[in-house]
C-alpha cells in the first residue's frame, strides 16, 4: 500500500509547523552588518592595491628562485 500525501505551504509554514527557528530577521541583521563593512573596505581596493597584493606573492616567489639557483650554483 502506498500512501501520498501533498502540502501546499510556503517555507515559512513549514518551519512554523514542524516547530523550527525562523532566522530570518538575524539573516537579515548579519547581511545588512556584511553589507556595511564590503561598502566600507570597497575603497581600499582600488586597482593600484589589488595590483600591489597579487604581485607580491609573484615577486617573493622569483626573489626565492633566484636564490636558489645562486645557492645551487655555488
Do not use: H, S, Y
Request: aromatic share 8%.
Amino acid at each position: 500500500m502506498k500512501i501520498n500525501v501533498d502540502i501546499d505551504c510556503t517555507p515559512a509554514e513549514a518551519r512554523a509547523f514542524m516547530g523550527l527557528p525562523d532566522f530570518e530577521p538575524m539573516q537579515k541583521r548579519t547581511l545588512e552588518v556584511m553589507e556595511r563593512r564590503m561598502m566600507e573596505q570597497l575603497e581600499n581596493f582600488t586597482p593600484e592595491t589589488l595590483l600591489k597584493m597579487w604581485m607580491q606573492p609573484v615577486q617573493l616567489n622569483a626573489e626565492w628562485f633566484q636564490d636558489m639557483l645562486r645557492r645551487a650554483t655555488k
